[in-house]
């Protein structure tokens, strides 16, 4: 038996794209993926599905957690694939604290989640 853990976001039409092509290898949000394996994105007009894909290593970006000298927003924004334009609208300038997840392969079927159980 194997517990996945898939979670579902809405997404910009004009950033799916870039996640589709592999342009966007990385997801910030403000809120936790919960150690997620697995991120589902909707369309955020029109709620149709868009595509599954395979999560990695995450992480929690806030002030005390940079040695980098960046401040988690810069960080964020250097991950995001995205204009500063978008990165400011989706998220407003009083926001500090992010979590960000590479985003891994698409799959397309259910076997592919559990493919090396399979080949047990």
Not at 3 to 17: E, H
Not at 89 to 112: C, G, K
Request: hydrophobic share 40%; charged share 25%; aromatic share 12%.
């Amino acid at each position: 038996m194997k517990t996945v853990s898939l979670i579902t976001a809405k997404i910009d039409s004009k950033i799916w794209p870039l996640i589709r092509d592999g342009k966007k290898h990385y997801e910030v949000r403000t809120r936790s993926f919960h150690s997620a394996d697995f991120i589902h994105y909707v369309d955020s007009i029109h709620g149709y599905s868009l595509g599954t894909f395979a999560l990695g290593a995450s992480y929690h970006l806030q002030q005390d957690t940079l040695n980098c000298g960046d401040t988690p927003r810069d960080f964020a924004f250097s991950l995001s694939a995205i204009t500063r334009e978008e990165f400011d609208s989706i998220f407003p300038p009083d926001v500090t604290t992010f979590f960000v997840v590479r985003i891994l392969q698409q799959v397309t079927e259910l076997n592919d989640i559990f493919a090396e159980e399979a080949e047990q």
